[in-house]
């Protein structure tokens, strides 16, 4: 008698839409789950062989890859609402002062509030631009189950900066390297550690330097804030004679281990390098067009890996979605309506960015950013069954123009489910609402924004 062969897995989200890596929308599929990764993907089948420890039915959702939201600034969740029509330099005026002035119980309040907003978002992945007191934020972070890569605001120069900003190199580099360990240790797989310097502006060259050595030692990455504000070229132009990403390139900052974060304000020089230096940048495109139009099809059309980034809530929130759309649109009446070309920024290559842009940010492209067989069970599941959605001719089309983050249901990360129909099963969220408002009400009086 032959013996039945049975498969086991953790998770089967059965029957869905699935979105490929590719950005094709396949029908009728299967995803079979086992621990942390995804084990088999295929056309639906019922047999009793394949057995699971929990099944959804996914026949009215697309299964996407996870989002990622590749350039965000924890620090800054309970700010939102005063940067609105506001006049620059925005982070000197308003980020900078407000992140100084926060406890390392706020902080954490802050921590609460951003994972929750994340996982109602769709992001199972982000990479924070600088958060003070990350001993105090890790519990909140690890416990929420998102996947993460923190760092640690860092800089050396500037009067222009708040007081207890600055630090010296040797202490920066005790600091970062501490938190490297412990992230790293306590972090369960699921939070890296990158090293930073904030931006050129606010970092002399020794410090830089040290910070991109320190990371390569660790084989590490590296988060920094790059051409976001005219100043910060005029700034290198006048203090080394060279245009900011040349500067860079110059001290050997650049790599392929660095996510530059916002790169608005380039040359054709500026793209040649960082294309050569195979530098990921991410475009946080609401946040961007207070500052300028990015020329992303110069970048994608040069070979520049580019991801997306919502520059954190105080930039309008954390929805990639929104972020994508507005992107698509300044795209296309930068680059595409005068000079005819319809193809700027398609729905392909939105895919490509708001993916695997985002995976590669993170240094983790052989892990997310698309939901195939050994790769990490990272999955946004999207109800189609809404009247903006179907019927369509192309649901690839819809997906960029009509989907928002708040038609995402369920959300894993690593198999795990953090929500399910729009519940949120590892916070809570009653609590976190209650103590942000609080906190929230404090910080406005202490800095007079009432
Ligand atoms: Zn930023």
Redesign the pocket.
């Known amino acids: 008698m032959s013996q039945t062969h049975q498969e086991q897995y953790s998770l089967i989200i059965e029957d869905c839409s699935l979105l490929t890596g590719e950005g094709q929308i396949l029908p009728h599929q299967d995803i079979a789950v086992r621990d942390s990764r995804i084990a088999w993907i295929g056309l639906h089948r019922s047999d009793e062989r394949v057995m699971a420890d929990q099944r959804i039915d996914g026949s009215r959702t697309l299964a996407i890859a996870g989002l990622i939201d590749a350039?965000?600034?924890i620090s800054q969740q309970l700010m939102r609402g005063i940067l609105t029509n506001e006049y620059p330099v925005l982070?000197l005026r308003f980020?900078l002062p407000f992140e100084r002035n926060l406890t390392a119980q706020e902080m954490q309040v802050s921590a609460e509030l951003a994972s929750l907003e994340m996982i109602r978002s769709g992001i199972t992945s982000f990479a924070d631009?600088g958060s003070e007191y990350i001993e105090q934020i890790l519990p909140v972070l690890s416990s929420s189950g998102l996947r993460g890569a923190l760092s640690r605001p860092t800089s050396d120069i500037g009067e222009h900066l708040p007081a207890g900003s600055l630090n010296r190199i040797e202490d920066a580099l005790k600091i970062n390297e501490d938190l490297y360990h412990r992230v790293k240790a306590e972090g369960g797989g699921l939070l890296d550690f990158f090293f930073q310097f904030r931006s050129a502006r606010s970092c002399s060259p020794a410090l830089i330097t040290a910070m991109v050595d320190m990371a390569h030692q660790h084989d590490a990455g590296i988060h920094a804030?790059i051409s976001?504000y005219p100043e910060s070229t005029l700034y290198s132009l006048s203090e080394f004679g060279m245009r900011e990403i040349a500067y860079l390139d110059s001290i050997e900052a650049l790599g392929d281990n660095v996510l530059a974060?916002?790169c608005i304000h380039l040359s054709e020089g500026d793209i040649n390098i960082l294309a050569k230096r195979n530098v990921n940048v991410v475009h946080?495109p609401r946040?961007n067009l207070g500052k300028g139009i990015t020329k992303t099809p110069q970048l994608l059309s040069s070979g520049v890996s580019v991801g997306f980034?919502t520059?954190?809530s105080a930039?309008a929130g954390l929805n990639l979605f929104r972020e994508m759309t507005a992107f698509k649109y300044s795209q296309a009446a930068a680059w595409g309506a005068p000079y005819l070309d319809y193809q700027v920024a398609n729905p392909k290559i939105l895919m490509q960015m708001l993916f695997s842009g985002g995976a590669r940010a993170l240094r983790r492209e052989h892990q997310i950013g698309s939901l195939e067989v050994g790769k990490e069970a990272d999955i946004a599941l999207i109800n189609l069954d809404k009247p903006h959605i179907l019927p369509t001719y192309n649901l690839l089309n819809t997906l960029v123009e009509t989907v928002d983050i708040s038609d995402i249901t369920d959300l894993f990360v690593a198999g795990k489910a953090l929500m399910r129909n729009r519940c949120v099963l590892t916070l809570d969220e009653e609590g976190i609402q209650y103590r942000a408002k609080k906190a929230s009400e404090v910080m406005k009086s202490r800095m007079n924004w009432t």
């Open positions: 350039h965000t600034h982070y980020n631009a804030h976001e974060a916002h946080c946040s980034g520059d954190g930039h």
